[in-house]
């Protein structure tokens, strides 16, 4: 099944942890991307990737990290979490990186930052 | 930068009332436009696009067409169901690789 893989789903952790939420696809898409979601804003982007070892900041990328050393993996590292990071995030992956693409998001992790 | 102003909600409908959602960008160059869809506890899903001006993007009963000259991208259905309750969100992509929503509008239809 085609699916975007995201884990852990739920994860409550304490300031300064370090954790990473790993997101995978198998549908050999070139395009992938991370984003958080707040009541009241949305979704905004913190992270993409056009391709394998090509990424980008979003609109909100402080406090992120993320790497692409393969096409099917795109994890999102928050080196030194805080509150303020409390959030939904979602995955999302295109097959092409172009406009026209449309995302095929992951089921989401809902992270809690104390 | 690329913006999206969705309607806001929410929005409270009666089984078979007409729907629309209101939907403007603005962004530089030429965008494609996007409606996902979200039920409760679950990812988005693509509901339509279009790609360039007066393409006219449909599914499930929705549409909405791609209108240049007033940058909006209105979502409509003729006769929406209690199954249609869940929150619509319009985006836009650009060529470079980003991609920006609106804040999301929360549909209840009633029985």
Known sequence: ?114 | GDSVTQMEGPVTLSEEAFLTINCTYTATGYPSLFWYVQYPGEGLQLLLKATKADDKGSNKGFEATYRKETTSFHLEKGSVQVSDSAVYFCALNTNAGKSTFGDGTTLTVKP
């Open chain 1, 1 to 114: 099944e085609a699916q975007v893989t995201q884990n852990p789903r739920y994860l409550i952790t304490v300031t300064g942890k370090k954790l990473t939420v790993t997101c995978s696809q198998n549908m050999n898409h070139e395009y992938m991307s991370w984003y958080r979601q707040d009541p009241g804003l949305g979704l905004r982007q913190i992270y993409y990737s056009m391709n394998v070892e090509v990424t980008d900041k979003g609109d909100v990328p402080e406090g992120y990290k993320v790497s692409r050393k393969e096409k099917r993996n795109f994890p999102l590292i928050l080196e030194s979490p805080s509150p303020n990071q409390t959030s939904l995030y979602f995955c999302a992956s295109s097959l092409t990186s172009g406009s026209a693409g449309e995302l095929f998001f992951g089921e989401g992790s809902r992270l809690t930052v104390l």
